[in-house]
């Protein structure tokens, strides 16, 4: 599946008079990555819902490929953009994971085809005949999350797809949207997330957000290692950029597999002592 | 020294459950405790707490083979999601978080410094005269285990407790275990997130599929950290470091 460009153009929008986006504007293209941080009440979770087109800006533009968003209904674009909710729960209600996954497919007309093979991706084959309200937490979040990739969009649109994630849990929400992202045009990506360590693994670029404006737009590798832009924003540098500051190591690395590469000729103590 | 809590040969099944969801644990918790519990998903950390706490039969029904004992008169639970918790009879924080004092019939002035106590020790203060119902998920958080503290638990359960909070104030409650602990409590913490329970915790236990299959100090049961796992598969030989300080410390130079 091919991803789409979105651009966002002087996007404003406010609740009755609290205005949260101030002026939007941001390009992210076809088959980029994007990690969207900021404390709360930057407008993020604001600024997914125009993508999406379960609200519309009150001045500027939004658009998804050769789509006006404005002009779309909901349904509509669900057919190229698919929206996991931060509070999953929100979206599940068939009585089983198995048919709330396959929900999204049919609604689009198209067969269920890719429904097993994204269950056993995020690690729920084994609870697919069960309620979804039968379900851990947890896991409740893979089932939206199963539930959109399902339906195959060419622009996933994430709100903390990873909290209240277990390590495996999050590396598998990594492997299925490289999966996604591979190949010469793959899906367009925009995941609102506090989980650094999931930022690191799977987005290159990270857009800022403050007061309903965009405040930075930078490499991921770059703003990682950046413990003082970081730390106004409330987060710390993940476990891999830790590392890399700590002990120097060449090539900000930010993927796990980069900083054990680094160590692996290394030395190691038996104790601290 | 006495056990607050401790279970032999625990196994527990909920009603209308087909197979328990913990099965023979045995388990001991002793004042000064902050004891992790981990597991994967649906691997029995709740329930764990549950019983601990003795909610698990008493109020949630079900069947507990085994036996539990202890000296504990008071456990304070914290559950995962902290809008299920609230009484839904307070105009204000301070009279959600007194609310537990003043049930078990202590003196006003009593119960108002409690609750005063723990607002303070969850940072708080200023929500006091706030409503409740208006308070966002991190904020709410923060109000449920104070109402908890308030109490004077002899144990402290928690389960996800920083799932509803933001980075910095997820660390913040982390931050503060130890110091309850060491006031005479014991904490229990049930959770996902190895990176600050590791930092926090004197004990972790281990579930799979609602058995016990490890326990003991920290670095032995709780190395599935990013640093530990990053170690490990660098060849840094046990015990494995379990957050980045005690990684580079490990590194020779």
Redesign the interface.
């Known amino acids: 599946m091919n991803g789409c460009e979105i651009r966002v153009a002087g996007a404003r929008f406010a609740y009755g008079a609290q205005e949260a986006l101030r002026g939007i504007d941001l390009t992210i293209g076809a088959g980029e990555q994007v990690a969207l941080v900021g404390?709360?009440g930057a407008g993020k979770t604001t600024l997914t819902r125009l993508l999406v087109g379960l609200r519309r800006p009150s001045a500027g533009r939004v658009t998804v490929g050769d789509w006006d968003v404005s002009r779309k209904r909901p349904d509509e674009m669900a057919r190229r953009v698919g929206y996991a909710f931060q509070h999953s729960d929100q979206q599940l209600f068939a009585r089983t994971v198995e048919s709330d996954v396959a929900f999204g497919p049919r609604c689009l007309g198209r067969s269920a085809g890719a429904v097993p093979g994204v269950l056993e991706e995020l690690g729920l084959t084994g609870v697919a005949h069960l309620h979804p309200y039968d379900?851990?937490?947890?896991?409740r979040k893979l089932v939206a999350l199963a539930g959109v990739l399902a339906m195959e969009p060419c622009v996933l649109v994430l709100d903390e797809p990873t909290?209240?994630?277990?390590?495996?849990?999050r590396l598998r929400v990594v492997a299925a949207l490289a999966r996604r992202a591979a190949g010469g045009e793959g899906v367009t990506m925009l995941a609102v997330s506090?989980d650094l360590?999931f930022v690191a693994e799977a987005a290159a670029r990270v857009v800022v957000m403050r007061d309903g404006r965009v405040a930075a737009d930078r490499p991921a590798r770059e703003l990682l290692y950046d413990r003082e832009a970081l730390a106004a924003l409330?987060?710390?540098p993940?476990?891999?950029a830790?590392?890399g500051m700590?002990?120097g190591l060449a090539g900000s690395p930010i993927h796990?597999r980069e900083?054990?590469d680094a160590?692996?000729r290394?030395?190691?103590?038996?104790?601290?002592e | 020294m006495t056990a607050l809590i401790a279970l032999e040969h625990v196994s527990f099944t909920y009603p209308g459950a087909a197979r328990p969801a913990l099965t023979d644990v045995s388990l001991e918790l002793a004042a000064g405790d902050v004891l992790v519990v981990t597991g994967e998903t649906g691997a029995g950390a709740s329930t764990l707490l549950l019983v601990l706490a003795g909610f698990a039969p008493r109020v949630v029904g079900g069947h507990l083979s085994g036996s539990r004992s202890g000296t504990a008169q008071r456990c304070g639970v914290v559950f995962a999601r902290p809008w299920t918790q609230l009484t839904g009879l307070c105009p204000t924080v301070r009279d959600e978080v007194a609310f537990g004092p003043a049930s078990l019939g202590r003196p006003r002035d009593a119960v108002l410094a409690a609750a005063g106590r723990a607002l303070e020790q969850l940072r708080i203060p200023h929500l006091a005269d706030r409503e409740p119902g208006q308070l966002s998920g991190g904020e709410l958080q923060r109000v449920v285990v104070a109402a908890a503290l308030a109490m004077g638990p002899d144990v402290l359960a928690l389960d996800d407790p920083a799932a509803e909070l933001d980075p910095e104030a997820a660390d913040a409650l982390y931050d503060l275990l130890p110091a309850i602990a060491r006031a005479g409590t014991a904490v229990v913490v049930a959770t996902p997130d190895l990176e600050r329970a590791a930092r926090v915790a004197t004990r972790g236990v281990v579930l799979d599929a609602g058995r016990l299959v490890a326990q003991g100090a920290p670095a032995e049961v709780l190395d599935a950290t990013d640093a530990a796992v990053i170690a490990r598969a660098a060849g840094c030989p046990p015990p494995l470091p379990l957050d980045v300080p005690a990684l580079v410390r490990r590194v020779a130079r």
């Open positions: 404390p709360n379900v851990p937490g947890p896991m909290a209240g994630l277990d390590r495996a849990q506090h360590a409330g987060l710390r993940p476990a891999t830790q590392i700590a002990l796990a900083v054990v160590l692996r290394t030395e190691w103590r038996r104790t601290a």
